[in-house]
Structure formats: structure tokens, C-alpha cells
């Protein structure tokens, strides 16, 4: 058993950045003797179902979760604690994307909301400098909306 979690894995779903499936991940975590880990691919949720059921059929747990990239090649990564985390990181994302496709910058005010962030929790191992949930939130924030 390994004494470890991998909290910040890419498959490839994660463009240029990660090279195996969702299975194959699944299949050398297992030979590793690892029996929990978080999948979280760059800016979304991409093939999140696919790494669920990998991981069922693998008898691992996989956290689900998502770096975010943020201004000046910042980022962080973000872990879902429960169903309202998963919502609140879907929003995250969503809102992301949004402010994105309309081709605003940080400096937008465009959208007055911020989604929330509880029930998220940030890796202070994948996260740049290792960050806290408070910060990295408030840094993510801020790179996507005028404070």
C-alpha cells in the first residue's frame, strides 16, 4: 500500500499534457498498490465519468477535481469535497469559460457573481507554492474579474 495520494493527475483529456487514459492510469495506480487519487484535468471536467468508472472497475477512489489556470501562467488546483463542491467547481469552470468565449480580460466586469467556493479544497502540493483554498480562491477570483 502506498503512503501517498496522487492528488494532481492529467489523463488525456488534458491536451498536451497528459498521455494515458483513463484506464491505463487506473491500471498502474492499482499495480502500484495505490487505492485513492485525484483526477483533474486542466480547466474542466473532461472525461470525469470515464475516470469514475475506470476507477470503480480498478476498486480505486478517484477524487474528482481540475486545475485552473489563471493569469500570468498562474494555477490551481482544486479538489471536490462533496456535491455541493462539485456544483461550485462546475460554476468556477463554467464561468471561466463563459468570460472567456466573450474575449474579456481580468479587467472585464462583465459578470457581477463570483461562484463559491466552499466545499472545494486546494492541493498544496500541485498548487503553485502551496497556496490555501482562501487564496487560491481570492487569486482565481481576481484573474477573472475586476475585484
Known amino acids: ?43 474542466g471536467l473532461h472525461g470525469m465519468v470515464w475516470a469514475q468508472q475506470a476507477a470503480r472497475k480498478a476498486g480505486l477512489r478517484c477524487i474528482v477535481g481540475a486545475e485552473l489556470r489563471t493569469k500570468n501562467n498562474g494555477r490551481v488546483v482544486l479538489l471536490v469535497k462533496d456535491a455541493q463542491g462539485y456544483r461550485n467547481l462546475s460554476q468556477l469552470i463554467s464561468q471561466k469559460r463563459a468570460i472567456e468565449l466573450e474575449g474579456k480580460t481580468e479587467n472585464s466586469n462583465s459578470h457581477a457573481t463570483v461562484p463559491r467556493h466552499e466545499n472545494l479544497d486546494s492541493s498544496p502540493k500541485a498548487s503553485r507554492r502551496g497556496q490555501h483554498i482562501e487564496r487560491s480562491a481570492g487569486r482565481f477570483r481576481s484573474s477573472i474579474q475586476d475585484e
Open 1 to 43: 500500500m502506498q503512503s501517498f495520494i496522487h492528488l494532481h493527475i492529467h489523463s488525456n483529456y488534458s491536451f498536451c499534457r497528459g498521455g494515458n487514459t483513463q484506464e491505463e492510469i487506473c491500471a498502474r495506480l492499482q499495480e502500484q498498490g495505490h487505492s485513492v487519487f485525484a483526477f483533474t484535468e486542466i480547466d
